[in-house]
Structures are given as C-alpha cells and as structure tokens.
C-alpha cells in the first residue's frame, strides 16, 4: 500500500489543482493575517472557510481524482498488488496530499506571523485538526460515490448534493426542528444531533474556542458541561474518527466486489 | 490692640499644634488601640506602630483622629464583629491592616464602619478576609482611597461588598482594589458621588453595583472576571466613562447591566469578552459614545421598554451578536458606529458604507426564542438565513439601521 | 496452468459467463475467441482478479484467485485498450511498475525492440495509439511469468512491429509458457494459436487444435470455419 500512496502523492504533487489549492491557501493566510492584522478576527473567518470549503473541495478532488485514475487503477489491479492496498493508498495519497496543502499554505504565513509567541496558537491547532479530519472524511465519501458509480457526471452531482446536505440542509433541518419541538427539552437532541454531523461537530470543536462557549452556557448547561470536559472532547474526536474509518471501511468492502 | 491680637492668634495656633500624639505599640505604654482611642482629645494623631493588635469593635465616637499605622500593623479581629467603628467628623484612617472580620446573617460586620460621619479619609489599607470591606452610612464629603481588600467570598448569603455605601453624598472612592468579595464597590441612596480608578476583579456578584443613586460618575475603573461587571439599577444621571468591562464570562454574565436607568452617558468605555456587553432593561435617553465592543457573544442586548436611546461613533468588533432585540419594535437611533459585520461598499469615498447596516440578526431572533439554537451559530445555514432576513426584514426590526455605518474603525 | 470450474458472471441482468469450465495446457499459446460480447474479456479479467465472479472456481497454477493476488505475480498482463495515467512519461511508468513489481525486468531489450527509446521522456498522453500499445507491450513482456494473457495484442500495431510480437511470441512459448490471446485478426490467430477455444453465450463452444476445428466444422478455410459455427447458432 504504501508503493500505491508514494505514486498517488507523487502523481498529485504534480498536478496543477494541488498548488491551485496551496496557494489558495496560503493567499487566504496572508490576506487575513496582513490586510486585517487581527488574529481572532482570521480565526474566525478561516473556520468559515474550513467548514464550508474544506469538506467541498476533499468532496470534488476525491471524485475527480477517482475517475481520473481509472487507468491507473486498472494497470495496478492487473500487478500482484492487494485491491484494498490499491484504493486505500489512493485515498491516503489524495487526504494526505490535500491536508498537506491546507497545513502549509495556512501554517506558512501563521508561523511568519508569530503565531508561536501568540495566545491563538490552540484556536489554530483546533481548526488544522478539524481541517484535516473533514479532508479525510470527505475525501474517504467522495471516494465511496465515485466507487458505486460508474458515470461520472451522476458521481459529481451526487458528491455535490452530499456536501449541500451536510452542511447546509442538515442545519436547515435541524433549526427547524428545534423551532418546532421547542417546548420540549432540547439539550440532548442537540447535543446528539450537532454530533451526527461532522461539519456541525467540527465547527462547535472551533467555536468552543472561540465564543460560543459562554453562550452555551446561556442556554443549555448539558452542551457546556459535555463538550467542555475530557469526555466531550474525547467523544468528539471518537465520533470525527469514526467518520474516517466507516466511510474508509465501506472503500474496502465495495472495492472488494467491484468489476473493473 | 495690634499686638494683643497677634499674641492671642499666637496662643490659639500654639494650641492647636499641642495636638497629642499617642504611640500604640507592644512595648509602649499604649497597647492596644482601644486604650489610645479613648485617651485621645479631638484632633490628636495616633501613631500605631507595627505588629499584631487582636482586638476587635474598636469604637471612635465624635472624635476628630487621625491614625496611622507604621509598618502596616494588623488588627486581627478573630472573627469577631467588626473591627473599627467610626462616628466622627475630620478623621482619617491610614495604613493599616485589618484581617479576620467576623461573618453573621444578622449584622454587616466590616472591616471599617463609619457611620453618620462628614469630612473623612480612609486611605492606603489593607483588609483581608472581611465580610464587608468598608462600610459607610448616613455620611458625606469623604474620600476612600488606595485600599486594597481582598476576600474569598464562596456564596452570595454568607459575604459582603468591598467598599458599600448606603445613604451617601459627595464620597469619592479611587484607586482602590477590591478582589473576590460579593460586591466590588455597591451604592444605594448615594448621589453626587465619584467612583475613580479602581480595579474590580473576581467578585462573587458585581464589581460594582448601583442601586437608587443618581448623579454619580465613574471612570477609569477596571470590571474583570466579576458575576457581573457593573449593574446600574433605579438610577439616573449616572456618568460612565473611560471603564474597562472585561471577561465577565459565564452563564448569565453581564459587563453592563443597566435597569431602570435614564438620562446617563457611557463614553469611551471597552468592553471585551463579556458574554454579554450591555442589557438594557427599561432604560431611556443614554447615550452611548464612542465605546469599544469587541469579541463579547453578545454586544449589545435590549429587553423590554429601551426608549430613545443613542448609540453612535462605537466599534462593534467581532461580537457573536451585535445587537439583540426581543421585539420587532425599535425606538432607539444607530449612527455612525463601525460594525466588522459590515460588508457594504463606500463608492462616494467619503467614510461612510452607501448601503445601510442592519445590526440585529435573524439568528439573534431565534436564539431568543429557542436558545439550544445557538448551536447552529456561524453556520453556512443560519449566514444564509441572516442575508435573506438583511434584504428583506420579516421577524427583526425593519427600522432598526444604521444609516451611515463607517467604514473605518472609529479613533476615539 | 489455468483450471475454471462452473464460472458464473452476470453484470446486472446480462449473463456474460453461463456455467463455464476450462483447462489449458502446461505451456502452449491458446486462442480465446468468440463474437461480441461472448465474454472474452471477462474472463481474461475473471481469471486476473479484476472482475468478481458470483459463482465457480478459478485456480492459476494451483493458487485460488478468489480474495487472493499473489498468484498475479506470474501472469503478464497485456490488457486490451492501453489506457495509461496521461500525466506520467513513459520511463517513469516502466520504472513505477517494476517497482511494484520488485522484479528483475529485461525493459531495456524491448525499448530498443519496439523502437521506444525516442518516447521514454515524452508524457503518455501525447504518445500516438501505436506507440502507446509498444508502451502496452513493454511492460507486459518485461517480467518472465509463466502465463502470460494477451487482449488484443495486435490492435494498432504498425506491420514491422507486428512482426517482431509475432517473433516475441514465439519465443515466449519456445520457454514453455501458457499465453492467453485473444483477437479478431483470424490469420493472426490461425498461424500462433496451438489451440482455439471458442466462446458462445457464456459457455464453451469449441476446445481443440486449429485442424481439429477445420474438421468439425467441415470447412477448409480457417475464416469460413469460425464464420461456420458463427452462422449455425444465429441461424
């Protein structure tokens, strides 16, 4: 697997989109950091950008990357190379290469900044950790699509209709049934709810740095007791990680019976 | 005549320099405090040398003292009531330190009690581990001044406020520093008072407290870490300037709790990671300047019945809400105030966004109704729904808008 | 070498392969043909690993293919259309494969062989469909594996570099290999071929020698042969 990874990173390393990505980026980072020239204020504009546009661009480069190997994939199915080895190093080779892209283009200008001497330091390691972990979990979904079908434009839209449901229709969803029950205690529900979603899950692991933990504890004292101790913490990192390894999982038992 | 005037103007100063001085220590003659209060004439001077005094409801009626500790000597009230009590006019109390003041349900024990006093100064003292602080009532003209009390209050029934007046004219507290009390500094019936330069921090309730006191000012004091930063509450013509109101973070945590409060002025204060900056509860004709508010949840926050309020030339720095609102009703004017929120455009080049700003969010409306929503705060979602609410008003106030929102943070 | 027992293969609704059993010989070139849509390739891929067969057995050189992929370590793979990854050159492909591989390879010999020497720095997308297909050749004939299987190895092949596969060919089965072809270039097919197994409907129509099919069929003419058996069953 690790032969397959070393191809599927050296091959991404030379395409365009992955410095397209990059330096997206580190363009952002420098923008926010020296146009505004105020840290909290970029914290919280790039966990916009990690939670709306990490997942979405791990969504498309993971299809496209798909269907683009195709032949890759058939000359390595045809060598004496284990099948799940052949996709799981492609999909490591594309989540690695991608975080990598997201890691240095923010941490670059973060670091000529000075973030080591400043007090954000935590809030930035939070959004690379969610960062990562959405780029793994889309990627690993993206590649799930692309594997169950075979026509590339019915994977696109449906790649495209999964990241628009988890992370705008879910929360749509989810307001209005918390408008709707509101008579009803709501703390659990959100509680469970906020954890189903790995955008809405990453995007609170943020803002608990960030403000929403005095609000939290405004409203509802079970989400601030919860995710403000080790077990929350420890359960969210347990549910981000199962949302790595089901979809990964499921890459393994499709791969395992699909006709090339 | 000439001379004989002199001669007696002489006489009358020589008196008055004959003043007593009595000495208070271990080894003098004088050995407690007591003693020497009660052998002292109006106008002396007590001189209390350092060491441990435990002694405890130390009484000064209509005597005109000024004491001095010297070394900061300790009076150690084990517990016990309190540890000065005071009835005088043109006195002053300076270095001393008072510890262990006893704690009761019935009675306001303090560190320094004065009562039905004029003309005082109480000043560079150390209390530590009080019940009340200072406390003073029916008094005027006086100045507290460079204390420093500390305490470790667990629970609101069982501690007392730093610095508390009740029934009070022209008291001026500055440079103090008052550390996990209940109250930092509290006010009820004082007028025409000024609160200056102290730093509030950690208390238990608020750092500082109104209640029916009208035409007092603070200014340059610092409100950190408190229950509350500042509660003003059935007052009015209250000057707040130049404050600091920060990290009053928690559930139900306030920088600025105004209520019932009307005609008073907050200028050039900052308010930085409050849960929430000002509530605003049945209060009219304040005008907000220049004032910073950055990073609080929510800056500003209006209940029930806030008439003809101003709020203009302040910097809303990144705040989760800006303004808050319970109603769809608006009788309060924004203008010219600097919203980060703001994503306009100034074609005109004059300073000014061409395109009004709305500060109440559609969000901030639905918080209010369920607040498990909040949840769902800076989620791609709730921006949408913020937009659509911006362009065209539905729940929020359509008239609440600032009409020349800037596009630069405002220099004050 | 290859040992197929009852292989079923349906991809949807469609059967491709009906029951099929098959034996090839220790060594000796073996033509697999049929018309369109018989189910050559699926069972070329069948018996790689790269199509999943609901139902039979497949063993190559006494090793189940079912869940496994060691066994490929001794089959050559030359597959029908040469899709390549476009972004790659031509040395860096041959070079990542015998990476995989971590066999040694005689490369160099066919390079010179198929004239490729000019293409090894050229990126794969810009190679002509010919000179893909010499690419295709290289690295299926750069190991030396006992089986080797062949789809359509002729398909766009200029007549000089025909004639050297032919010659390659030859030498391969000279080292007593199986090789698996599969063609539609029936004198290419008559003059290699030890033996013809012909595919019909998912099953095994004809298993015999060149002659022996001639016989059968009662026509002298190797085309009018497979034409035969072709018209007989669509009649």
Known sequence: MLKILKYSFYDLSRSRWSYVYFFFYLLLGVVLLFLNNDLSNAVITLMNVIIILVPLIGTIFGVMYFYNSREFTELLLAQPVRRSSIFLGQYLG??????ASLILGLGLPFIIYGLFQSGAIWDFASLLISGVFLTFIFTAIAFNIALSNENKIKGFGLAILVWLFLAVVYDGLFLLSLVYFQDYPLDKFSLVASMLNPIDLSRILILLKLDISAL??????????????????????????????????????????KDF | MGRFYFLFLFLGLTTSFQAQEIEVCKSCEVKTIQVAVDRAENGDVIRIKSGVYKEHDITIIDKSLTIIGEGLPVIDAEMEGTAISIRAEKFSIEGLKIINVGRSHTNDFAGILISNSKNFEVKNNRLDQVFFGILLENSSDGIISGNKITSNAKNQAT???????????????????????????????????????????????????????????????????????????????????????????GSASYGLLLKEINDSELKNNIFEDNTIA??????????????????????????????????????????????????RLNENKFINNYWSGYSGYDLDKDGIGDVPFRPVTLFSYLVNKTPEAIVLLRSMFIDMLDFSEKVSPIFTPADLIDEQPQMKRIQW | MVSI???????????????????????????????????????????????????????????????????????????????????????????????????????????DLFKLEPFLDKKLSNLSGGSKQKVNLVLCFMFDSPLIILDEPTSGLDPVSLIRLRKLIQQEKAKGKTILITSHIMSFVEEISDRIVFLLEGKIYFNGTVEELKTSTGEKDFEHAIANILTENHA
């Not at chain 2, 930092?184 to 029916?212: A, Q, T």
């Not at chain 2, 949840?297 to 003809?308: F, K, L, P, S």
């Not at chain 3, 033509?31 to 067969?53: C, E, F």
């Open chain 1, 94 to 99: 594309v989540a690695i290469s991608l975080s």
């Open chain 1, 216 to 257: 939290l504890g405004y409203t509802g004292a079970v989400f601030k007791q919860f995710f403000g101790t080790g077990l929350g913490a420890f359960t969210s990192v347990f549910v981000l990680i199962l949302w790595v390894v089901f979809p990964v999982w499921r890459i393994k038992r499709i791969a395992s019976k």
């Open chain 2, 159 to 249: 501690s007392g406020n730093g610095v508390h007046l009740w029934k009070a004219e022209k008291i001026t507290v500055k440079n103090n520093e008052i550390i996990g009390l209940r109250d930092g500094i509290y006010l009820e019936f004082v007028n025409n008072s000024e609160i200056l330069n102290n730093l509030c921090k950690d208390n238990l309730r608020y750092g500082l407290h109104f209640m029916f006191s009208d035409q007092d000012l603070y200014r340059g004091n610092i409100f950190e870490n408190n229950g509350a930063g500042v509660a003003v509450m059935y007052s009015k013509f209250i000057d707040m300037q130049d404050n600091q109101f920060r990290k009053n973070w």
């Open chain 2, 278 to 327: 000002i509530s605003a509860d049945n209060t009219n004709r304040i005008n907000y300047i220049e004032n910073d508010f950055k990073n609080n949840g929510y800056a500003i926050r209006i209940r029930g019945a806030v008439y003809d309020n101003i709020f203009e030339r302040n910097n809303f720095l990144y705040n989760s809400f800006d303004v808050a609102y319970t109603g």
């Open chain 3, 5 to 111: 027992t009852n292989l079923h293969k349906k991809f949807g609704s469609l059967v491709v392969l009906n029951g099929l059993n098959l034996q090839t010989p220790e060594s000796g070139i073996i033509a697999v043909l049929g018309p369109n849509g018989s189910g050559k390739t699926t069972l070329i891929k069948s018996i790689l690993g790269m199509v999943v067969p609901q139902k039979g057995e497949i063993d190559v050189n006494g090793q189940k293919v079912k869940k496994h992929w060691n066994y490929r370590k001794d089959i050559d793979y030359l597959p029908q259309i040469a899709n390549f990854p476009g972004n790659l050159r031509v040395q860096e492909l041959i070079d990542m494969i015998k990476d995989l591989r971590g066999k040694e390879a005689r490369d160099r010999e066919l390079i």
